[in-house]
C-alpha cells in the first residue's frame, strides 16, 4: 500500500515505531533456545525494513534493546550483543544499496568497544543515505533519554547557553538523543503484550498504538497493512476537535 493512498485523509506515515518483542516466546513453542528466537528476529527486521521502503516510510525506529534488558540472564544478554553486529555485516551491503541510513538511539554504557565501533561505522557510512533512517533503538530506556536530556539542559543554564525562562516543549526537544526526527506517528507491538515498556516516553505523547498477537519473528507485510489500515482510519485530534 503506497504511502499517499494510506487513508482516505491521506494520513501520512512518516514514522513508524516496532516494539519487536515475542522472540524467545516463538522458540520456546517450537522446542528451541530463545537464542534461536532472537536469530529469526534479527532476520524479520531485515525483512521490516523492505516493507517499509515498499511502502514509502522515511523513519523507522526499532526497540532492540533495552536499559532493562540488561536483567536478562549474562549469555542471552551476550548473545543479544553479537545479534547486532551479525544484522549490521549480514546486510550493510543491501542497506546501502537500499539507500538505509543506520541511526542508534541509546546509551554507551556497558557497550563493548568492537560494539561502538561497529555503531560508529555503521553511522559514518551511512549519514547521506536518503531512501529511509532505520534507527536502532539499542540500550535505550525512554525515562533514562529524559534524564540526559535534563542532564544536558542543566550544563547548558550553567554555562550561560541557555536561559530557563527559553525552555519549553520545542526547546527541550533539541535536547533528546536525535532531536531531528520526528515524533513517531504509529507505534506496532506484536507478542500480545500492551505496554511501551519504556520506549520514546517523550516521543509517544500523541503516537498512534497497534497492538498485535503475532509473535515478532512471525510479523508479514499482511499485519503490517492490518496495522496501517488501522491507522488510516484513526482521528488523530492532538487534543483539538475531531474531524467528524
Ligand atoms: C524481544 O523478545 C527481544 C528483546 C527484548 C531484546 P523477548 O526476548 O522479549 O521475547 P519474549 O517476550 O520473552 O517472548
Ligand atoms: C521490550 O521488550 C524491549 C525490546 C523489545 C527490546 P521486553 O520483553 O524487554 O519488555 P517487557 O519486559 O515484557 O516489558
Ligand atoms: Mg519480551
Redesign the pocket.
Known amino acids: 500500500m503506497p504511502n499517499d493512498s494510506i487513508g482516505s485523509q491521506k494520513q501520512i506515515l512518516q514514522h513508524l515505531a516496532v ?4 522472540n ?1 516466546r516463538w522458540a520456546l513453542k517450537r522446542g528451541l533456545a530463545r537464542s534461536a528466537g532472537h536469530r529469526y528476529g534479527a532476520e524479520k527486521l531485515y525483512d521490516l525494513c523492505v516493507m517499509c521502503i515498499e511502502r514509502q516510510i522515511k523513519y523507522v525506529t526499532v ?4 536499559t ?2 540488561w536483567r536478562r540472564p549474562a549469555d542471552e544478554v551476550a548473545q543479544l550483543m553479537d545479534l547486532f553486529v551479525y544484522f549490521y555485516n549480514k546486510y550493510k551491503d543491501e542497506m546501502e544499496k537500499e539507500g538505509i541510513r543506520l541511526r542508534f538511539s541509546g546509551v554507551e554504557d556497558g557497550l563493548s568497544q568492537r560494539i561502538l565501533d561497529t555503531i560508529n561505522e555503521a553511522e559514518s557510512t551511512s549519514d547521506k543515505r536518503k531512501t529511509m533512517q532505520l534507527i536502532l ?1 539499542f540500550n ?1 530506556g525512554g525515562r533514562r533519554e529524559i534524564v540526559d536530556s535534563s542532564k544536558k539542559i542543566a550544563a547548558a543554564i550553567q554555562n550561560g547557553e541557555l536561559n530557563p525562562d527559553d525552555l519549553d516543549e520545542d526547546s527541550f526537544r533539541d535536547y533528546l538523543y536525535l532531536p531531528d526526527v520526528p515524533d513517531p506517528d504509529l507505534i506496532i507491538r506484536p ?1 500480545g ?1 500492551q ?1 511501551l ?3 520514546l516516553l517523550w516521543q509517544a505523547a500523541y503516537s498512534e498504538l497497534y497492538f498485535a498477537e503475532v509473535l ?1 519473528p512471525d510479523f508479514s507485510a499482511d499485519i503490517m497493512d492490518k496495522a496501517l489500515e488501522d491507522y488510516s482510519k484513526r482521528d488523530r485530534r492532538f487534543g483539538a476537535i475531531g474531524k467528524e
Open positions: 516494539i519487536m518483542d515475542g524467545g526497540f532492540a534493546f533495552s532493562e534488558n533503538a535505550y507478542s503484550e505496554r515498556s519504556n520506549f515478532w
